[in-house]
């Protein structure tokens, strides 16, 4: 039977992909002490970036936000892939976001809240969580954004 959350991904007619392993030397996540961390999660669709290159620069605003969406998205995989049950999460404690941007960009927030409205969409109260959004000069594969996630979970 699906749980709540999987429930209300359903209704949002959202469909998580699969979880993907990590592209590097390091885990797709860490759960330990009440605690999941997933490592940074990239704006993937179909087994490629969707959302590449720089804010400010040849990506727009909007479709940074589409990138945070994709990268919630991949969190969201992440966690049912390392606990089973998205139910299992009691809080969405962080997120930190890394926006590909060029000089002079300053609408870093407006492009991590495309991850941010998604977790309090899908997770309800329990999606309300503290962030950072930041800019930087690149990211790997040439990503537009790039979000990390910490959960309190049960």
């Known amino acids: ?53 720089t804010l400010g620069s040849d990506v727009e605003v909007d479709q940074g ?8 998205l991949n969190i969201l995989a992440q966690a049912k892939a390392a606990l089973g049950d998205l139910d299992r999460i009691v809080q969405l404690l962080r997120l930190n976001g890394f926006v590909s941007a060029s000089a002079g960009f300053a609408d870093h927030p407006k492009v991590i809240n495309g991850a941010s409205d998604l977790m309090v969409e899908v997770l309800g109260d329990k999606g309300r969580h503290t962030r950072i959004a930041v800019g930087c000069a690149s990211l790997p594969l040439n990503a537009a954004v790039e979000i990390d996630a910490v959960f309190a979970i049960d």
């Open 1 to 53: 039977m699906a749980g709540t959350i999987e429930a209300r991904l359903k209704a949002l007619d959202l469909v998580l992909p699969e979880a993907k392993a990590a592209i590097g030397t390091y885990v797709p996540f860490v759960h330990m002490n009440g605690r999941l961390l997933i490592s940074g999660q990239l704006p993937m669709k179909d087994g490629a970036v969707a959302v590449t290159g």
């Open 65 to 72: 936000r589409e990138a945070a969406r994709l990268c919630a």
